[in-house]
């Protein structure tokens, strides 16, 4: 697969799937506009991938209002995109009792309202190449209720139903868009999750075929931006190891 010429559009670039698939662009010769929103993320993609070839965007998509001026001001119309992952992930985990209307708001924000944005941004006439591809990154808890985690599982599935929406709408512009909805992947935000944790992970019992990698994900993703997906839109692709069958 030759990325040669192409732009990747990167957001949740600097840890896990995200990173991954920036180190497999970059090894295939792509350009990427690599996002993250901390100061630490963006210093680590920054030490990690050549700064004349690739550009980089720090926002906070908790605050999607203010995203367009951000883009503007740090990358503007200068690259047409052909293709946008989005690997933003805000996680949260509360009981009802505690899931108060603004943590709903920020997490909805964070992985729903911005993931239209962006969309909404790039897909601005002369923004983007004939042909975009965008892939977002959903989750199986949009698909299986889990206690705890209405609020994350809320933002993944209004990612899918949009994606339907929009690959009916966005085909006339010759525009794909497609979700992967992930099981359970080795990142550090997994790792994190399991340091928390005083028993095993259940969610592996179910997923039959183990922890997933971020390369695993990352393939799927490039097939995805790749013109052999050329079929295929508005779909939402299992990256799952089994768990959802
Ligand atoms: N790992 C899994 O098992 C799993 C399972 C199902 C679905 N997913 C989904 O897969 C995607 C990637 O997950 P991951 O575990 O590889 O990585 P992750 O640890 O969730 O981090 C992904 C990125 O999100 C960025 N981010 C966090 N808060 C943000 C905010 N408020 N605004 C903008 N960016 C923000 C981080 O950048 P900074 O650090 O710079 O803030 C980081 O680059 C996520 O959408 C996640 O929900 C993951």
């Not at 868009?177 to 990142?187: A, R, S």
């Not at 990352?218 to 790749?226: A, E, K, N, P, S």
């Amino acid at each position: 697969m030759n990325f040669e010429n192409k732009v990747i559009v990167i957001c949740g670039a600097s840890k896990g799937i995200g990173f991954n698939l920036a180190q497999t662009i970059d090894a295939l010769g792509g350009t990427m506009v690599l996002h993250a929103s901390s100061d630490e993320g963006i210093q680590k993609l920054k030490g990690t991938f050549e700064p004349n070839k690739h550009v980089f965007f720090q926002a906070n998509f908790a605050e999607p209002t203010q995203l367009e001026q951000a883009w503007q001001e740090q990358i503007g119309s200068a690259q047409k995109v052909d293709g946008f992952v989005n690997c933003v992930g805000l996680r949260s985990r509360r009981p009802i009792n505690l899931l108060k209307s603004e943590l709903v708001l920020e997490v909805l924000s964070a992985n729903f309202v911005s993931h239209l944005e962006m969309i909404r941004i790039l897909t601005k006439k002369n923004f983007y190449n004939t042909g975009l591809s965008i892939v977002g990154i959903s989750s199986i808890a949009a698909h299986s209720g889990g206690a705890g985690v209405t609020a994350y599982a809320a933002s993944k599935a209004a990612m899918e139903a949009a994606t339907r929406c929009l690959a009916k709408e966005l085909h006339k512009k010759e525009i794909r868009l497609n979700t992967i909805v992930c099981g359970q992947i080795h990142t550090e935000a997994y790792d994190a999750f399991m340091e928390t944790k005083t028993d095993s992970d259940q969610v592996l019992e179910r997923q039959f075929m183990g922890l997933g990698k971020p390369q695993e994900v990352t393939d799927i993703i490039l097939f995805l931006l790749g013109n052999q997906s050329r079929f295929i839109t508005g779909a939402s692709i299992p990256a799952d190891g089994g768990y959802l069958v």
